[in-house]
Structure formats: structure tokens, C-alpha cells
């Protein structure tokens, strides 16, 4: 894998650090063609959401994108590269800023530029990744301390290279020795996401689900930890973390691993379709009516299969055609907000969703301005017409999260501690939410 350019951006496509490893002129065709024409194509979607990961750019190149915590990062690739690894690239970077910074923004990247700079340089060289694990890189970039921040804002001179961490060149390079904790304690937060689309009769045209293993570790020492799952079997695609042995797993079943210090992804899967059980968390209904210009949108929502989980943070966004104008609203329940920035939209947020309760509905109400017809166009006298692509809308887009609900049923079983004497404090969390989930009218 070789790319040209990564680029941070802010939601409206202004660069905040960019980094490059290429030639004097690949770096003016980036900076002056390629990433404009990347920031003018995001103002031209209705939403950051709706932009294509994946963008055909100009001079030959091709844009690669993510979006994390209300940053854009961007890879600009101009050979032929396989578009996942650039994708886990642009992940790992954020992961690893996420670890040494904490909450990105604008500010708090301007205010550690100088670690951003050498976390980059670390993790890519020539082009090429070389690794985002951050308990690697804690051992060859210093984790910033406030003091050294002020030193760095007020003289403008990076301090972090003055010294530097040894590195560990153990067996085990992802964890360090000599490592203590005053209270040795392991988490494990199970992340699934449906990724879904439900025609206009109710039914499911796709599904799918993926999951993270995320893991905070604050152990003494060198432990090796054993974990087993009810359902290892319905994983598929799985990819592990370095520190995991890969044989204990292909032969029992059996997750066995020394675990870095600090945050890290154990691992990431696919739930297996035989073992799917297609679950929908909530259900939306929505039916469409039309009167001349005028055109209605009534939908309902409601928490569905979720094993008596209260459904959280629901947000429904609805795009609405271009010649859409005069929009109401009427909402029992949540909140609304209706915009025309880039295109008409309603976007529906309820806090929660209580079992059994059906009373959430939204109510859209709006006309379409009316377009020439092609005798008008000759001079000719005739009635105007509106399209019924221009004036009907598609579908809506969900977002949601349910707290303590394993879509997948996949738990863990046990987690043992091997050759260390000290007792474990471990939690385990489950949530479920919604990944590109989509309704269809």
C-alpha cells in the first residue's frame, strides 16, 4: 500500500494538519487540485454521512475517506492500492490520536500539532503503513503532558523528541516490561452494528451485522488472559489483534492473549448469515400520500426486538427532493429539525424509546415547486407538471443504540487470568447499534 497524501479536515472540508510522502509536485497537485475539489464535493452532499468513502478525484487520483468524532481523514492514493487498507489506515490514525489526545477537535489538534506530526511519521513511512498500535507507539512518541504543551504554544518549538521512550524489543513488543497497576482491572465492551435496509413492504431486503472486541487493560506485570465465548462459532471474518494466538483459537475456540496496556481492539468480526437471527431492535412505519404538489410523510417508530432493552439515542433523518419548499412538521414526541443548507431535509430525535409504547410519530407536510413541461419550454401554452422522482422522497436513514443488547448473542462465557497471583476486577458491556440502517417507502 502507498499513498500520496492524508489530510485532517473539518466538517466543512478545511484542512486542519496534513502530512505528506511524496514528490515536490504530487504534493502542489494535492494541496492546490486534489483536496479542494475533495472539500467542494462534501459542501455538495446533504450530509458528511452521505459522501461516498470512496471518491474519483481529479488528475487521476482517488480520495479516501473517513469520518471520526466530527474530523474528516483523508487519503489521496494516485496508484492502484487496495481502498480496505487505506480504510483501516485512517482508522488506526484516529484510534491512535484518540489515545494520546483524548476528545479531537480543531482545537485539540492545533494544540498537540507536534505529536500529531510524530505519531504520523511513525505510523506511515515512504507511503507505506507501518503500525497504529498505540502501545507500540507509546514507546517511540512521549504521550503529551500539559506542561509541555504550554512550552510548545507559547515558543512554538516541539519539545516531544528531547526525550525519548525506550523502545521494547521484546518477545512481545506490544506490551512493555515492568508494568504496574495499583488495582489490576480488565473491561470488554462487545460493539455490534446492523447494517440493514427495509423495503416499503415491511421486510428485510439485507442484513448484517459486525462487531468490535474492544479492551481496556490495567494489569501488573506480564498476564496472559483466556477468554471464551457462548457462540464462537457464529463469528466470521474474524481479525485479531497481534497479540492474540491464533492456534488456540482455530483449535478450541479459545481467545488466548498477552494484552497491551491501556485501550485496544481485541478484535473485529462478521456475524455468520446461518447464525444470524436478524434481529430488528426497533420499527419504523411510514406511509406517503399525495395531493397535487402537496405531499405527506407520516411515520411511526418503536422499540421491536431487543430482549426488553430501552432503544436510545434514535435519530431519523428524511431527505426530502430538491424542489421541496414550505415544510411542516408536527411532532408528539422528541425533537425536529428541518434544514435546507445543502438539501431539504427532517432529521427526528427521541431521547428513548419506552416497550409497548407506540405513540412516537412525525408528521411531514410539504409542497414541490412545479417545473416547466417541454411544450411551456416551445413557446406553446400548457399546464406546468412536476415529476414523481422530483417530488417524492425514497426513504429515511436511522441511527441508534441499545445499551446492554447483544444482537448476535455472542457473550462471554468466561475470562480466566493465567500466571499472575493478583485477583482480576473485569466488567464485560454489550451494545448494539445501528450501522448504515435504511427504511424504504
Known amino acids: 500500500m502507498t499513498i500520496d497524501s492524508l489530510f485532517i479536515l ?64 483523508l487519503g489521496i492514493v ?8 487505506v480504510l483501516e489506515l485512517l482508522d488506526g490514525v484516529d484510534q491512535a490520536l484518540t489515545e494520546y489526545i483524548g476528545q479531537l477537535s480543531d482545537v485539540t489538534i492545533k494544540e498537540n500539532f507536534t505529536t500529531v506530526y510524530q505519531l504520523l511519521s511513525e505510523m506511515v513511512d ?22 509541555n504543551r504550554m512550552i510548545e504554544n507559547v515558543s512554538g ?17 506490544w506490551r512493555a516490561q515492568g508494568i ?22 415491511g421486510s428485510i431486503a439485507s442484513y448484517d451485522v459486525s462487531g468490535d472486541i474492544t479492551c481496556k487493560s490495567r494489569l501488573t506485570g ?37 494484552p497491551p496496556d491501556g485501550q485496544f481492539k481485541l478484535a473485529s468480526y462478521h456475524v455468520s448469515a446461518s ?17 397535487d404538489l402537496s405531499h405527506t410523510i407520516d411515520i411511526g417508530v418503536h422499540s421491536g426486538q431487543c430482549d426488553g432493552k430501552t432503544v436510545e439515542k434514535v435519530n431519523i433523518r428524511i431527505p426530502l427532493p430538491a424542489s421541496a419548499y414550505n415544510i411542516r412538521v408536527q411532532c408528539k414526541t422528541g425533537t425536529h429539525a428541518v434544514s435546507n443548507s445543502r438539501t431539504p431535509q427532517v432529521e427526528w430525535s427521541v431521547k428513548s424509546l419506552k416497550t409497548g409504547d407506540r405513540s412516537n410519530r412525525l408528521v411531514i407536510q410539504y409542497l414541490v415547486r412545479q417545473s416547466a413541461s417541454p411544450g411551456s419550454a416551445a413557446g406553446k401554452s400548457s399546464p406546468q407538471v412536476v415529476s414523481t422522482e422530483q417530488g417524492t422522497t425514497q426513504g429515511a436513514f436511522i441511527d441508534f443504540e441499545v445499551a446492554g443488547f447483544s444482537v448476535s448473542s455472542i457473550k462471554v462465557d468466561s475470562l480466566r487470568l493465567l500466571r499472575e497471583s493478583y485477583k482480576m476486577f473485569k466488567g464485560v458491556r454489550y451494545v448494539t447499534k445501528a450501522g448504515s440502517f435504511q427504511i424504504r417507502f
Open 157 to 173: 518549538i516541539g519539545i516531544g523528541t528531547e526525550k525519548r521512550p525506550d523502545v521494547n524489543t521484546s518477545s512481545t513488543p
Open 222 to 258: 506480564m498476564p496472559d488472559l483466556s477468554l471464551a465465548l457462548n457462540h464462537p462459532d457464529a463469528m466470521d471474518d474474524v481479525a485479531f489483534h497481534p497479540c492474540v494466538r491464533l492456534g488456540k483459537w482455530e483449535n478450541e475456540g479459545i481467545i488466548g492473549f498477552v
Open 78 to 85: 494516485s496508484l492502484e492500492v487496495s481502498p480496505l487498507e
Open 275 to 291: 447464525a444470524s437471527p436478524r434481529k430488528l431492535p426497533l420499527y419504523v412505519m411510514a406511509t406517503t400520500s399525495r395531493q
Open 10 to 73: 473539518n466538517t466543512s472540508g478545511t484542512p486542519i494538519i496534513q502530512k505528506h510522502w511524496s514528490d515536490d509536485e504530487s504534493i502542489q497537485r494535492a494541496t492546490l487540485v486534489v483536496m479542494p475539489a475533495f472539500s467542494r464535493y462534501l459542501r455538495s452532499v446533504a450530509t458528511l454521512s452521505d459522501a461516498e468513502p470512496i471518491w474519483s478525484g481529479p488528475l487521476d487520483s482517488v480520495c479516501i475517506h473517513v469520518q471520526r468524532q466530527g474530523l474528516v481523514y
Open 180 to 201: 504496574r497497576h495499583t488495582n489490576n482491572e480488565f473491561f470488554i465492551d462487545f460493539v455490534e452494528r446492523i447494517d440493514a435496509i427495509i423495503d416499503a413492504n
Open 126 to 147: 515512504s507511503g507505506s503503513a507501518v503500525t497504529t498500535d498505540t502501545s507500540v507507539l507509546r514507546g517511540l512518541v512521549p504521550v503529551p503532558s500539559l506542561v
